[in-house]
């Protein structure tokens, strides 16, 4: 069976300050693909990264950066820097080889950033 | 380039009638597509996953009887909530993809409440 799992549900921060949201991931599939989204308070989900399971590669991107680590089945996610926009929920998905494409999401954690 | 939309954002109807969600695939062909649920403060989760062409494939404990799933052509995807009651008030999702690629592109969502 594939899982995610996000322990933390929701997580507050002082602007500027930088924050690592966790996500661990179970699957038997050789073949996967990791995402970030962020869904703002409109509900759109924004695609944040995708990464497939041969990749372990850390990820910038501005302010934003990835920690695939397969030894441990995770690949969190760490703000720099934050700022009130990133305020959000974010959700870590996984994709395996074998289901077609379908997402399997976790439980997502809520990022506040206060000013 | 792949943008997905939704009709329509919102939708408000009475118990017991039916609503139709449009998903359309904008500027790409969607081989297949995903419909999503998302109650208040959770996480999406899977409905069915459809194939132009094809049956959709529904996840456990959802009535297929009651969500009805076309995918008539490429680019458009229909969820069809019948006798709708308030439980199924929610945030539908739908994301699309194309043949051979992980990435799935998702729609704004629509909000259903049924009063």
């Known amino acids: 069976a594939q899982k995610v799992t996000q322990a933390q549900t929701e997580i507050s921060v002082v602007e500027k300050e930088d924050v690592t949201l966790d996500c661990v991931y179970e699957?038997?599939?050789?073949?996967?693909?990791l995402f970030w989204y962020k869904q703002p308070p409109s509900g759109e989900l924004v695609f944040l990264i995708r990464?497939?399971?041969?990749?372990?590669q850390n990820e910038i991107s501005g302010r934003y950066s990835w920690n695939f680590q397969k030894s441990t089945s995770s690949f969190n996610f760490t703000i720099t820097a934050s700022q009130v926009v990133d305020s959000a929920v974010y959700f870590c998905?996984?994709?395996?080889?074998?289901?077609?494409?379908?997402?399997?999401f976790g439980q997502g954690t809520t990022l506040q950033v206060k000013p | 380039g792949a943008v997905v939309s939704q009709h329509p954002s919102w939708v408000i109807c009475k118990s017991g009638t039916s609503v139709k969600i449009e998903c359309r695939s904008l500027?790409?062909?969607?081989?297949?597509m995903f419909w999503y649920r998302q109650f208040p403060k959770q996480s999406l989760m899977l409905m069915a996953t459809?194939?132009?062409?094809?049956?959709?494939?529904?996840e456990q404990g959802v009535e297929k009887d009651k969500f009805l799933i076309n995918h008539a052509s490429l680019t458009l995807s229909t969820l069809t909530v019948t006798s709708a009651h308030p439980e199924d008030s929610s945030f539908y999702i739908c994301?699309?993809?194309?043949?051979?690629?992980?990435?799935?592109?998702f729609g704004p969502g629509t909000r259903l409440t049924v009063t």
């Open positions: 994301s699309a993809r194309t043949s051979g690629s992980p990435e799935q592109y």
């Open positions: 699957t038997r599939d050789t073949t996967y693909y």
């Open positions: 990464r497939n399971s041969f990749d372990e």
């Open positions: 998905a996984l994709s395996g080889q074998g289901n077609t494409g379908k997402l399997i």
């Open positions: 500027d790409f062909q969607a081989t297949t």
């Open positions: 459809s194939n132009e062409g094809s049956k959709a494939t529904y």
